[in-house]
C-alpha cells in the first residue's frame, strides 16, 4: 500500500484554490525547476529563500491597511486617559472620524498617530496589546476577524513550498512587531523569519526584571529600498522568489530576480476582483502598483490576476 | 535490531568533549526538563530558543579577535593602492607593526580600520574577500586556520540542543557579514540566524543588476545593553538559553534567564586554560570578564572552567 500512498499523495493539488492559468503553471515548473537534483537548474534547500509582502500580498489591505485600522482604535480606546486630544491633531480628527482632517495631518500626523499608539510600552505588553485587538476587531465588510482575511491560494503557496524545502519569509513595510505575535499561528512563519518596518528599543533593568522598552523613534522603513536591505540585515542571502503587489515591492523584486545566475520567481498580485475582495492599481493610497506591474512582462515576473487565477479568495469559514 | 539501535544511539554521549562535571550535568538536565512533554517545565519547540555569543564562546578571540587580525590584513593588503596610508595613522601603524601608535589611536582609529576595510565594496563582493581570506590566513600559535579554532564542546552542545528541537542563533559584538559566509558550515548556523553588530547598505540598480553596497557608517552594535535590542529584532522571541564569555554578555544573559516563568540557562565560558587555549578574565583587551563573573552564582548562571571542565578544546585536524 506504500507505493498507492505516496502516488495518490504525488497527485493530490498542493494548490487546490489556484486555477489551472498561467499562474499555477509558472509556480509548479519554477518549484520543479530548482528541485530537481542533478538538473542544472538544481538549488540546495539552505538557499531555497521565499519573501513574501504582506499587506495586500498576504492579507486584506483595503479599505485601508490594518495596522491603521489597530492604531485609530488604539486612539479611541486611549482617549480616556488623554482629555487633551479632543482639541489637538490628529487625535481630534480620529476621535471625530473626520478622515479629511485625517489626511490634512499628512505623514507628520501619520506618525505621530504611530507613536503614540505603538510606543511607551514594553515589547511583551505591545504584543499582549496587539493580541486582544485582533481577537477582538472585525471587518467591516466581511464581517471577519482580520487574521482569516488572508489569501487561502497563498496560505496554500507557502506550504507548498516549505514542503519543497523553502524558507518561506515576511517582508513588510508594515510594523514587524505588528506581525509577529500571530505569524506562526497564521501563516506558519515563525517571529524571527518576518522582517518589517521598526521603533527603536532600549534595553534596562527595573527592580531585577529586564526591559525592553519601545521609543518613539523610527528605527527602520523596510519599504520600497528599504527591503533589499532589511533583507539582507535579517536573512544575509538574496531569496530566489519574491511576491508582492505593489510598487513598494518593486526593489525587492529586482534584488530577487535580476542579474542572478539561478533560476528565480517573481510574482505580483493583482487586485482585480471588487465582488470578491478589492479592484485597484494605479489610484489607491493603499497599496498603489504601478511601475512593477509596468515592467513586470519585460522582467519575466508573474502578475496574478485574482478574479481570474483564483478560485477562493479567503479560508473557508 | 530496532530496539537495540535505538537503546545504542540513547546511550551513547551527545556531549563526548564534556567531563563529567557540573556543567554538562547542568546541560542535560536543563534539556530534559524543558523537553519532556506532560512536564510543568515543558517548552514547545518554537520556543526552544539558543543564543551564544561567538568571540571567544565559539571560537578563540586572543591574542585579538580574529576580524581586527583580518582588518590588519586587509591594510596590508589594500596598501598598494594607497600609498598616502604610509604617513597616515592609524594606516601607518598597521604597516609598520607598531601596535602602540595603533592603541594611541584609539576607538576613532579602529572605526575608522574597520570602515575602510569593511565598507566600499558589495556585500557579494565582501563575502568573497572574507571566505578567500578565512582560506588562507593562519592563527601564529596553533598553525591552523581560524574557523578550526573552534570549541569541540560548543560544537557539541549546538547539536545537541538543535537534535532537541531547539533552534540556535549567533548574537554576536563582531560584524553579522563577517560571520555568514562561514557560520553555516563552521557551527550548523544559517545566515539568518546570526546577529551581528553592522555598518548600513544601500540598494540600488547599477546597469541594470540590483547592488547593495556597504557604507562606512554604523548601522547597529550588537554589544551589552545591544545584544537584547538585536535579539528582539531578529529573533523576536525571549531567548530560553544563553552562553556568553565576557561582560558584553551580561545583558543578555539577564536578558535570557532573569524574570521569567519558564526554566531558563544561562552560562558563561571561563578561559582558564593558558596551556591548551588562554587563560584571562578581569584584565584584557579581548573579552573582559567581571562583572558577569561576579553575578553569575546569584542568578543561577553555570561557569564553564575550560582547564577542568573540557576534555578537548578544539576539533581533532
Ligand atoms: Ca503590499
Ligand atoms: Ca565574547
Do not use: C
Amino acid at each position: 500500500w506504500f507505493a498507492i500512498a505516496t502516488a495518490v499523495q504525488a497527485q493530490s493539488d498542493p494548490l487546490p484554490s489556484w486555477n489551472d492559468t498561467a499562474p499555477k503553471k509558472a509556480i509548479v515548473t519554477f518549484v520543479e525547476r530548482v528541485t530537481k537534483e542533478g538538473s542544472p537548474d538544481f538549488v540546495p534547500a539552505p538557499a531555497r529563500i521565499a519573501v513574501f509582502d504582506n499587506d495586500g500580498t498576504l492579507w486584506t489591505e483595503h479599505p485601508m491597511y490594518t495596522q491603521l485600522v489597530f492604531a485609530l482604535d488604539r486612539v479611541k480606546t486611549m482617549a480616556k486617559d488623554h482629555p487633551e486630544w479632543k482639541d489637538k491633531q490628529p487625535f481630534k480628527a480620529v476621535l471625530e472620524g473626520d478622515l479629511k482632517a485625517l489626511a490634512a495631518a499628512g505623514e507628520k500626523g501619520l506618525v505621530d498617530l504611530i507613536m503614540t499608539t505603538h510606543a511607551g510600552m514594553t515589547d511583551d505588553q505591545f504584543a499582549t496589546i496587539v493580541t486582544e485587538w485582533l481577537a477582538k476587531a472585525r471587518d467591516p465588510r466581511f464581517k471577519r476577524p482580520y487574521t482569516e482575511l488572508v489569501y487561502q491560494p497563498m496560505l496554500e503557496l507557502l506550504a507548498y513550498l516549505r514542503a519543497n524545502g523553502f524558507k518561506t519569509f515576511i517582508v513588510s513595510g508594515g510594523g514587524i512587531e505588528f506581525m509577529r505575535p500571530w505569524s506562526e499561528s497564521v501563516y506558519g512563519v515563525p517571529p524571527d523569519q518576518v522582517v518589517g518596518s521598526s521603533i527603536k528599543t532600549e534595553f534596562f533593568m527595573r527592580d531585577g526584571v529586564p526591559v525592553l522598552l519601545r521609543l518613539p523613534q523610527v528605527n527602520f522603513v523596510d519599504d520600497k529600498a528599504g527591503k533589499p536591505v532589511g533583507i539582507n540585515a535579517h536573512i544575509g542571502q538574496r531569496p530566489i522568489a519574491a511576491v508582492g503587489n505593489s510598487d513598494g515591492d518593486l526593489q525587492m523584486l529586482q534584488w530577487t530576480t535580476l542579474g542572478a545566475s539561478t533560476p528565480r520567481f517573481g510574482m505580483i498580485i493583482h487586485h482585480t476582483d471588487a465582488e470578491r475582495e478589492y479592484a485597484y492599481d494605479r489610484d489607491t493610497d493603499f497599496g498603489r502598483l504601478d511601475e512593477a506591474l509596468a515592467i513586470a512582462p519585460i522582467n519575466g515576473w508573474t502578475v496574478v490576476d485574482m478574479k481570474s487565477d483564483w478560485k477562493e479568495i479567503f479560508p473557508h469559514k
